[in-house]
């Protein structure tokens, strides 16, 4: 049987060739400029800011992985 491959890819990219994922996480200004200034493997990028809503506002829950 053959590997399913898109054109260009070897056998052996497409059985070590993984989903990638981007991490998004939250750091507090500090943080962000003391990141900002560290060697990291990978390419870190600020995507915007945290603010307070000026109004309550309904955020609905996420997917609960360990509810019972």
């Keep these: 049987a053959a590997l399913p ?4 890819y ?5 059985l070590t060739d993984g ?3 981007e991490l998004f996480f ?4 500090a ?3 003391h990141l900002a200034h ?3 493997p990978v ?3 600020c995507i915007g800011s945290l603010r ?8 609905p829950s996420g997917w609960q992985h360990f509810r019972a």
Excluded: I, M, N, W
């Design 5 to 8: 491959c898109r054109e260009g």
């Design 10 to 14: 070897t056998p052996e990219q497409a």
């Design 19 to 21: 989903e990638d994922y």
């Design 26 to 29: 939250a750091l507090s200004p």
């Design 31 to 33: 943080d962000a400029e």
């Design 38 to 40: 560290l060697k990291t």
């Design 43 to 45: 390419q870190v990028t």
């Design 52 to 59: 307070a809503p000026e109004k309550d506002t309904f955020l």
